[in-house]
C-alpha cells in the first residue's frame, strides 16, 4: 500500500517532468497534499504496528518498507524539480498549504530541504536518498510514539468509562435486588400474619364450641292411649 501510495506521489510530482523550465507549481498541489499525507499516515501506521508486540510486523520491516516507499517520494520530488532547491521550496509551501495536515507536511519538506544543497547537479545525481529515509524514520517513529500514547490515553478513559458504566449498572442491579428481596419479605410476612389470624380465629372458634354446654336431647314423648270407653250401666 505504501509503495502504491508513494509511486502515485511520484506520478502526481513527475507528470509534467519532461516539461523542462517549468514551475512545479503546475503539478497539482492539492492532488500531491493529499497523497503525500496518505503516504505519511501509511508509515506512521505502520510503524505503529510495528510497536505492537502482538503483531506479527517487526520494527525491521516497517522501517524497510519506509524507506523504500520515502525514497520514491523524495527521489521523485528531486527529478521533478531538476534538483533546484529554491522550486522545492516554492512548491513544498504551496502542497503543505493545501494539506490535511501541515504540520507533519512541513516536517517532511523541511526534511527535504535539509538534505538538498544549493548546487542543482549534486542534488540530482550525488543525495544519498535511501540514507536520507533511514534518518527520518527516526521522525516517524516519534510522530507513531505520539500516537500511541493518544490511542493508549483513549483506550484508558474508555476503560475507566466502561468501569464506570458496568459499575453504576451494578449499583442500580443491587438496588433493584434489595427492593425485590424487601418486597418478598413484606409479602412474607403480610402472608404469614394473615395465615396466623385465621388459625388463631379458627381456634378461638374450636374452643368456643367446646365450651358451651351440652343440651341433653329431649325425650320423644309417647302418645298417650285413650282409655277404652266406658260403656253406662243398666238399670
Given at each position: 500500500?505504501?509503495?502504491?501510495?508513494?509511486?502515485?506521489?511520484?506520478?502526481?510530482?513527475?507528470?509534467?517532468?519532461?516539461?523542462?523550465?517549468?514551475?512545479?507549481?503546475?503539478?497539482?498541489?492539492?492532488?500531491?497534499?493529499?497523497?503525500?499525507?496518505?503516504?505519511?499516515?501509511?508509515?506512521?501506521?505502520?510503524?505503529l504496528l510495528a510497536?505492537?508486540?502482538?503483531?506479527?510486523?517487526?520494527?525491521?520491516e516497517s522501517k524497510s518498507e519506509m524507506v523504500d516507499s520515502c525514497s520514491t517520494v523524495v527521489g521523485s520530488i528531486i527529478d521533478a524539480s531538476e534538483g533546484e532547491k529554491?522550486?522545492?521550496?516554492?512548491?513544498?509551501?504551496?502542497?503543505?498549504?493545501?494539506?490535511?495536515?501541515?504540520?507533519?507536511?512541513?516536517?517532511f519538506g523541511d526534511a527535504v530541504l535539509g538534505l538538498m544543497t544549493d548546487d542543482a547537479a549534486e542534488n540530482r545525481d550525488q543525495l544519498d536518498v535511501s540514507k536520507f529515509c533511514t534518518k527520518f524514520y527516526s521522525t516517524i517513529e516519534d510522530q507513531a510514539l505520539i500516537k500511541k500514547r493518544e490511542l493508549d490515553a483513549l483506550k484508558e478513559k474508555?476503560?475507566?468509562?466502561?468501569?464506570l458504566a458496568e459499575k453504576a449498572k451494578a449499583k442500580a442491579d443491587a438496588e433493584a435486588q434489595k427492593v425485590k428481596q424487601q418486597?418478598?419479605?413484606?409479602?412474607?410476612?403480610?402472608?404469614?400474619?394473615?395465615?396466623?389470624?385465621?388459625?388463631?380465629?379458627?381456634?378461638?372458634?374450636?374452643?368456643?364450641?367446646?365450651?358451651?354446654?351440652r343440651r341433653r336431647p329431649k325425650p320423644r314423648r309417647r302418645p298417650r292411649k285413650k282409655p277404652p270407653?266406658?260403656?253406662p250401666r243398666r238399670r
Amino acid at each position: 500500500m505504501k509503495l502504491i501510495a508513494a509511486s502515485m506521489v511520484g506520478v502526481a510530482l513527475a507528470g509534467e517532468h519532461s516539461l523542462r523550465g517549468k514551475s512545479l507549481a503546475k503539478m497539482q498541489p492539492e492532488q500531491v497534499s493529499k497523497l503525500l499525507a496518505d503516504v505519511e499516515h501509511d508509515w506512521v501506521s505502520h510503524a505503529l504496528l510495528a510497536m505492537d508486540k502482538t503483531a506479527h510486523y517487526s520494527p525491521k520491516e516497517s522501517k524497510s518498507e519506509m524507506v523504500d516507499s520515502c525514497s520514491t517520494v523524495v527521489g521523485s520530488i528531486i527529478d521533478a524539480s531538476e534538483g533546484e532547491k529554491d522550486r522545492v521550496v516554492e512548491y513544498m509551501q504551496d502542497v503543505c498549504n493545501v494539506s490535511h495536515e501541515p504540520a507533519n507536511c512541513k516536517v517532511f519538506g523541511d526534511a527535504v530541504l535539509g538534505l538538498m544543497t544549493d548546487d542543482a547537479a549534486e542534488n540530482r545525481d550525488q543525495l544519498d536518498v535511501s540514507k536520507f529515509c533511514t534518518k527520518f524514520y527516526s521522525t516517524i517513529e516519534d510522530q507513531a510514539l505520539i500516537k500511541k500514547r493518544e490511542l493508549d490515553a483513549l483506550k484508558e478513559k474508555e476503560a475507566k468509562k466502561k468501569a464506570l458504566a458496568e459499575k453504576a449498572k451494578a449499583k442500580a442491579d443491587a438496588e433493584a435486588q434489595k427492593v425485590k428481596q424487601q418486597l418478598a419479605i413484606k409479602l412474607a410476612a403480610e402472608a404469614k400474619g394473615k395465615a396466623e389470624k385465621a388459625a388463631k380465629e379458627q381456634a378461638l372458634k374450636k374452643k368456643q364450641e367446646q365450651e358451651l354446654p351440652r343440651r341433653r336431647p329431649k325425650p320423644r314423648r309417647r302418645p298417650r292411649k285413650k282409655p277404652p270407653r266406658r260403656l253406662p250401666r243398666r238399670r
